[in-house]
């Protein structure tokens, strides 16, 4: 079956860091883009970064801009996303993507497989 498996939430304080890796089954990624979304309690979804197939251009929200790093490794299949600083308003289900493009498109629709999320909170 074709998924995408986020791991590395969990419970950090404000101020620390995790490292969250997403990792494709059943296909390769290294046709694809792949975005990281977050979705906060009670709030909508929405893009965090993007990295290209090759890893050389990347994007970031204005919210996590210098403090998220986004990065792959096609030889593992795996893509990552480093989360230092981190404050409470970070606190969301985190979920990967792929979009079969070289670089990002930011449109949500151009994602063709998500992963099922991964919960990071961030305390206070």
């Known amino acids: 079956q074709l998924q995408l498996v986020e791991s590395g939430g969990g419970l950090v304080q404000s101020g620390g860091s995790l490292r969250l890796s997403c990792a494709a089954s059943?296909?390769?990624?290294?046709?694809?883009?792949i975005g990281w979304f977050r979705q906060a309690p009670g709030k909508e979804r929405e893009g965090v970064s993007c990295?290209?197939?090759?890893?050389?251009?990347?994007n970031y929200a204005d919210s996590v801009k210098g403090r998220f790093t986004i990065s792959r490794d096609n030889a593992k299949n795996t893509a990552y996303l480093q989360m230092n600083s981190l404050k409470p308003e970070d606190t969301a289900v985190y979920y990967c993507?792929?979009?079969?493009?070289?670089?990002?498109?930011?449109?949500?629709?151009?994602?063709?497989?998500w992963g099922q999320g991964t919960k990071v909170t961030v305390s206070s």
């Open positions: 059943g296909f390769t990624l290294d046709n694809y883009a």
């Open positions: 990295v290209s197939t090759s890893g050389g251009s990347t």
């Open positions: 993507a792929a979009q079969p493009h070289d670089y990002c498109s930011g449109y949500e629709k151009a994602y063709a497989y």
